[in-house]
């Protein structure tokens, strides 16, 4: 029963957004598109691209294969070892096609800027997250089985990587980034107010967060929350979110210089 006044708010936003420095497409280039099925059209990336906020369109890197019987698009590593590598002729391919047809949506200037998720890529972290959605265009590049040939890399501007651990593919790192990076261009998040909330918090963990009811199995809610003076609820929220951070992620506190920008 979503109503006409938010599409009518939708389409306000959108209008702004033409304007601004803001992602409008995003684009992916994989050999596994249905993995992407749920979380592109569920949740809050679907209602992003309901609302026409962002367009997002999934591509299947088969489409782009060599001529013969078995669309191949990946072979034996040179050298040797285990594993097969994806081929740079369908990624060239691919990536020229999706460029062709993202211009004819965004203009002759648009550029892509295209991310391959690997793991030899830097770590993606919040402030990266929040550049990535000043981009107006991405296109994300997934890898699978040993990686891709290294001289397709002459189409990638940047490698991100999700953390240190190992996947199978590039797949469930580019829903990641999608997420994180969608859920930051205005409009998509419905309340203004909790992404002023987040910068607030940034860089610090979350306070605790109680609801009703307000004795619970005989545990009772802080007293301060029930108050209703709000300098004592900050300042008692700003208190715990420190000393959560303080307790689970240290780390976090260390000044790092890629935190600095923030
Ligand atoms: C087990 C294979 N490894 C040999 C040393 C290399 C390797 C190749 C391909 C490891 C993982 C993958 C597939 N992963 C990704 O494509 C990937 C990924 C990840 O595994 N972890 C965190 N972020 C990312 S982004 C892409």
């Known amino acids: 029963m979503t109503d006409d006044s938010s599409c009518e708010l939708s389409s306000v936003i959108?209008?702004?957004?033409?304007?601004?420095?803001?992602?409008?497409?995003?684009?992916?280039?994989?050999?596994?598109?249905?993995m992407f099925e749920g979380p592109m059209s569920e949740s809050l990336l679907g209602r992003a691209r309901q609302r026409g906020i962002i367009e997002i369109r999934i591509h299947?890197?088969?489409?782009?294969?060599a001529d013969d019987r078995r669309h191949t698009v990946d072979d034996r590593s040179y050298g040797g070892g285990p594993g097969m590598v994806i081929q740079a002729e369908p990624i060239c391919r691919a990536l020229k096609a999706v460029r062709a047809e993202g211009v004819k949506r965004l203009g002759r200037s648009a550029k892509p800027y295209v991310?391959?998720?690997?793991?030899?890529?830097?770590?993606?972290?919040?402030?990266?997250?929040?550049?990535?959605?000043?981009?107006?265009?991405?296109?994300l590049l997934c890898g699978h089985y040993e990686g891709i040939?290294?001289?397709?890399?002459?189409?990638?501007d940047e490698e991100i990587s999700i953390g240190d651990y190992v996947l199978t593919g590039g797949e469930l790192p580019a829903m990641v980034?999608?997420?994180?990076?969608?859920?930051?261009?205005?409009?998509?998040?419905k309340e203004p107010e909790s992404l002023e909330e987040e910068s607030f918090?940034?860089?610090?963990?979350?306070?605790?967060?109680?609801?009703r009811p307000a004795v619970w199995r005989g545990r009772k809610v802080p007293a301060v929350l029930l108050s209703?003076?709000?300098?004592?609820?900050?300042?008692?929220r700003l208190s715990q979110a420190a000393k959560a951070t303080r307790e689970k992620r240290p780390d976090l506190l260390k000044d790092r210089p890629a935190r600095r920008q923030r």
């Open 14 to 34: 959108t209008g702004t957004n033409l304007q601004r420095k803001v992602l409008k497409r995003l684009d992916v280039v994989t050999l596994f598109p249905a």
């Open 60 to 65: 299947n890197l088969r489409d782009w294969s």
């Open 115 to 139: 991310i391959y998720l690997s793991p030899q890529g830097r770590v993606l972290r919040q402030s990266q997250a929040k550049s990535l959605a000043k981009r107006p265009w991405l296109v």
């Open 149 to 156: 040939d290294q001289r397709a890399m002459d189409w990638v």
């Open 177 to 189: 980034l999608a997420d994180t990076v969608v859920r930051l261009v205005p409009g998509v998040v």
């Open 201 to 211: 918090q940034d860089g610090r963990l979350d306070f605790p967060h109680y609801t």
């Open 228 to 236: 209703g003076d709000h300098a004592s609820i900050r300042k008692w």
